[in-house]
């Protein structure tokens, strides 16, 4: 049974740092593109950031480029976001998503594309 457990949101100031983590299990993390979406009070599910299985290929959504940072720990079947510069335009629920990719630099930006999801933590920024 897979399971993705996301954790580390709540809520903080403008400006501050916040570092979400994922869990995965029940599964062969090292062969996982990892990604991570948000979604807003009455919005739809977007794209944040992704990471390829090999750690080697990264991509971000052009609103949280150079303040957003995905990393992993294949060792620890662990995915990171690290975000920083934080703005209320950032409060959202934050889904982590795995995808089973053949190359080890693939990743993808589309949801429908993802096999397995979180049940999301919470980002909340005040203003």
């Known amino acids: 049974q897979v399971q993705l457990v996301e954790s580390g949101g709540g809520l903080v100031q403008a400006g501050g740092s916040l570092r979400l983590s994922c869990a995965a299990s029940?599964?062969?993390?090292?062969?996982?593109?990892m990604a991570w979406f948000q979604q807003a009070p009455g919005k739809e599910r977007k794209f944040v950031a992704a990471i390829s299985w090999s750690g080697g290929s990264t991509g971000y959504a052009s609103s949280v480029k150079g303040r957003f940072t995905i990393s992993r720990d294949n060792a620890k079947n662990t995915v990171y976001l690290q975000m920083n510069t934080l703005k209320p335009e950032d409060t959202a629920l934050y889904y982590c998503a795995a995808d089973k990719t053949e190359g080890g630099n693939d990743w993808y930006g589309f949801e429908l594309e993802y096999d397995y999801w979180g049940q999301g933590t919470r980002v909340t920024v005040s203003s």
């Open positions: 029940g599964l062969d993390f090292s062969r996982y593109a």
